[in-house]
Nanobody, 116 residues
Framework: QVQLVESGGGLVQPGGSLRLSCAASGFTFRAYVMNWYRQAPWKERELVARITSAGDTTKYADSMKGRVTISRDNSKNTVYLQMNSLKPEDTAVYYC?????????WGQGTQVTVSS
């Protein structure tokens, strides 16, 4: 049974930091590209960050470049998203995604709210 379980979301003040985690099980984690997406109210889901299966290449959304770092630990089947200098416009539900050719798995999402 495939599972992606996100954690680490919450309420943070502008300028603060959060570290999201996504624990994977039920598939060969090390073979999958891992992504973090987010979806704000009344907006489409957008890619925040991507990391290749070996962890050697990353990609970031322009809106978060320089403020976010994606990493993975294939020995723990976990992907992380370190977010710094958070802004109110970063408020959204953040989703973990695992992608392999023809396959996509999603977590249930974790809420991030940036507000004073």
């Amino acid at each position: 049974q495939v599972q992606l379980v996100e954690s680490g979301g919450g309420l943070v003040q502008p300028g603060g930091s959060l570290r999201l985690s996504c624990a994977a099980s039920g598939f060969t984690f090390r073979a999958y590209v891992m992504n973090w997406y987010r979806q704000a109210p009344w907006k489409e889901r957008e890619l925040v960050a991507r990391i290749t299966s070996a962890g050697d290449t990353t990609k970031y959304a322009d809106s978060m470049k320089g403020r976010v770092t994606i990493s993975r630990d294939n020995s723990k089947n976990t992907v992380y998203l370190q977010m710094n200098s958070l802004k109110p416009e970063d408020t959204a539900v953040y989703y973990c995604n695992a992608h392999y050719t023809g396959l996509d798995y999603w977590g249930q999402g974790t809420q991030v709210t940036v507000s004073s």
